[in-house]
């Protein structure tokens, strides 16, 4: 048995195979959730390539897998990260289950997440951009909703993702066998230019992100969020993946200032829309856009402390979004849609996704004591002593999340006016706790955990590098 | 550039001002199998006539695909409005890829100037497909336009069975997402139709 088998191509098949079974949707969303945590788990405990055992058999999993000429290998010292990716979705897929806001396609996401293994696994580099596109066309059903619809944003979506695959291959194809020193600068400008937009199309960077707002007010919270934290953190991944495969990359300092300056206007510009949206489906849009933007900036820092604060902001991002989208789905589940109304008085009738919503809401916004802000106060620091435009740009930015947040308090606190509970539109009251209730509760007091103390992360934080040899 | 290059230029020329001009769902997707049948003669150089069937018959399946949605239920797409227009910024398309087919060929030396046209014919029309159409299967129809001009420079520099399989796959996953997509919206249309 081969690791790519096992992680790559039996899950992505799985998950579409129970995709596609008709009927009830809990169990094929169950079995993908069991399937996805069986998978994070065997990733962390056993190693590959090298003999190993379960209880008293001993086997050894393999690291290549050829295919149609090409390999994929995951080494091991991947294997922390496909845990931790596995990890990630398998917590997604329990909170589209236990929320109800996943719609049939919580299978989808398993298949999704096994495709953006193999585009970080597959050998030569130059086909991973072929795996992102094929996980975004995957992700489609995902940002549909089940009761039909505008098919706008997912089609925007899958338009800008598709424009980034020429890009990235031509970049590609132009780029192979210059992994060490190029014969010149000017053999490398263009490509690398390309390959610079194709990420910019990939990590919606300003003005390529049209595709966010509109997912994100037209689609399940809890879909549209996934779709954003994982395809824009498979692009990341991908992106650091150039930096430490070409050796010139990032030995040159104009590439981490580009970075950085890429990163400035992703901030600032989300940050500006953030300020002034009121659809809480799009506020999490704009504030993964800025988040995507530390994530630039935090690279552009350069050295390996930059990289520990890239997984850092990755990491808690995955989290922190989770926990925001699982309240927003409670919330459009009661009140049958998400608009600016729906969330009038959810501080009294929805409590727990209340809280939810503000500790993902806060924590991606900075406030001390939640998770973000741990996160996001070494970067800060690092910025202030370099790079002072940068740090005003993330306060900036901040104040504009802090004025959304803010924003969002205020309608969760707002009576329902001349509007009774269960109209269209409002919140519905609930009798009953659930699971679901205890999932937002759960996820609420880990942010908080983290925030309160992030050295429980650190060690974890500090395998994720490994995935890459420089 | 041999009779059967020729025709196959030709074929991609008349397949995309088809596609642009022409709104009848059957003969959009007549114009999309015919462009894939160019794409297939042009690249059968670089790939073999193997991998480059592959192209051809993951493009007729595509085509199938979002031929089996029956998109004419759609309402308005049998409306000609603003085909003169259509014509005019095509042959604008056309006169513009002309002038940038030299410093295309700068960048691909492997091409020779009418497969670049051709690709580059191609990535203009899908790209204008999709800026104007509204239906899932005519932007879906568009994208593939694109990717069709795409895989005709990229089988010049990478002729691998692994990116033809992944790029089949990407072309037919594209056709099942449109056709997904198209049969989530024709409740509402056909609701908007009636009113």
């Not at chain 1, 992700?139 to 899958?158: D, H, K, T, W, Y």
């Not at chain 1, 009121?278 to 988040?291: E, I, K, N, T, Y």
């Not at chain 1, 049958?336 to 991606?364: F, K, N, T, W």
């Amino acid at each position: 048995m081969s690791a790519p088998l096992l992680w790559i191509v039996l899950p992505a098949l799985l998950g579409i195979v129970l995709f596609v079974i008709p009927g009830e949707r809990r169990w094929p969303g169950l079995s993908a959730l069991a399937v996805g945590a069986l998978l994070a788990l065997a990733a962390w405990i056993f190693p590959l390539g090298r003999p190993t055992h379960f209880v008293v058999w001993p086997f050894q999993i393999e690291q290549e897998m050829s295919i149609l000429g090409r390999s994929l290998v995951m080494v091991d010292d991947l294997r922390w990260l496909v845990s931790a990716w596995y990890g990630a979705a398998s917590l997604w897929m329990l909170g589209a289950l236990l929320t109800g806001s996943g719609g049939r396609s919580t299978p989808l996401m398993m298949s999704v997440t096994a495709v953006l293994v193999g585009a970080l696994s597959v050998q030569p580099p130059l086909y991973a951009p072929l795996f992102l596109t094929l996980a975004a066309l995957l992700c489609i059903p995902i940002l549909s909703p089940p009761e039909g619809g505008p098919a706008r944003g997912p089609l925007l979506f899958v338009t800008f993702q598709l424009l980034a695959l020429p890009l990235m291959m031509v970049a590609g194809a132009r780029l192979a066998g210059l992994e060490g020193s190029p014969p010149g600068l000017e053999a490398v400008t263009r490509p690398a230019a390309l390959l610079g937009f194709g990420f910019a199309f990939l990590l919606a960077v300003f003005p390529f992100h049209a595709w966010v707002p509109v997912v994100t007010r037209t689609s399940r919270p809890m879909a549209a969020g996934f779709v954003i934290v994982f395809l824009t953190t498979g692009a990341a991944l991908l992106g650091i993946q150039q930096f430490d495969r070409f050796v010139w990359l990032r030995e040159t300092e104009g590439a981490f200032a580009i970075l950085r300056f890429v990163g400035v206007l992703v901030v600032t510009t989300g940050g500006f829309w953030l300020a002034f949206e009121q659809h809480p489906g799009r506020q999490m849009g704009f504030s993964a856009l800025v988040d995507g933007g530390l994530v630039m900036l935090a690279l552009g820092l350069g050295g390996e402390a930059s990289l520990l604060m890239v997984w850092g902001l990755l990491v808690v991002r995955s989290l922190g979004y989770l926990v925001w989208a699982a309240g927003l789905g409670v919330i459009q589940r009661q009140a049958g849609s998400l608009s600016v109304d729906a969330i009038h008085a959810a501080a009294r009738a929805e409590p727990l996704a209340a809280l939810a919503i503000v500790c993902g809401q806060m924590s991606a916004m900075g406030l001390p004591l939640l998770a973000g802000f741990a996160m996001r106060l070494p970067l800060l620091s690092g910025l202030a002593s370099a790079h002072l435009v940068a740090a005003l740009a993330v306060w900036l930015a901040m104040l504009g999340a802090g004025v959304a947040g803010i924003r969002t308090l205020a309608g969760l606190v707002t009576p329902f006016g001349d509007r009774a509970p269960g109209e269209p539109g409002v919140v519905r009251w609930r009798d009953q706790l659930n699971l679901g209730d205890l999932f937002l509760v759960l996820g609420s007091l880990l942010l908080l955990g983290v925030g309160i103390f992030p050295q429980w992360v650190v060690p974890f934080l500090e395998r994720l590098p490994l995935a890459f040899a420089h | 550039m041999s009779l059967l290059e020729t025709i196959a230029v030709v074929l991609i020329f008349l397949a995309g001002l088809a596609f642009l001009v022409i709104r009848d769902w059957r003969w959009s997707l007549a114009a999309l199998a015919v462009q894939y049948l160019g794409v297939f003669i042009l690249v059968i150089g670089w790939l073999g006539l193997e991998l480059a069937a592959i192209k051809l018959i993951a493009g007729w399946m595509a085509t199938a695909i979002l031929g089996a949605t029956r998109p004419g239920t759609i309402a308005g797409d049998d409306r000609q409005a603003g085909a003169l227009f259509k014509v005019f910024v095509y042959l604008l398309i056309c006169l513009s890829m002309w002038a940038a087919v030299g410093g295309m060929l700068d960048w691909f030396p492997e091409l020779l100037p009418f497969q670049g046209m051709s690709a580059l014919i191609l990535i203009g029309t899908g790209l204008f497909g999709m800026g104007i159409e509204k239906s899932p299967v005519r932007m879906v129809s568009g994208l593939l336009f694109f990717m069709s001009g795409f895989e005709l420079v990229y089988a010049a520099l990478e002729p691998s069975a692994l990116v033809a399989g992944l790029l089949a796959a990407v072309a037919l996953a594209l056709a099942l997402a449109g056709a997904y997509l198209s049969t989530g919206e024709l409740p509402k249309l056909e609701e908007e139709e009636s009113l």
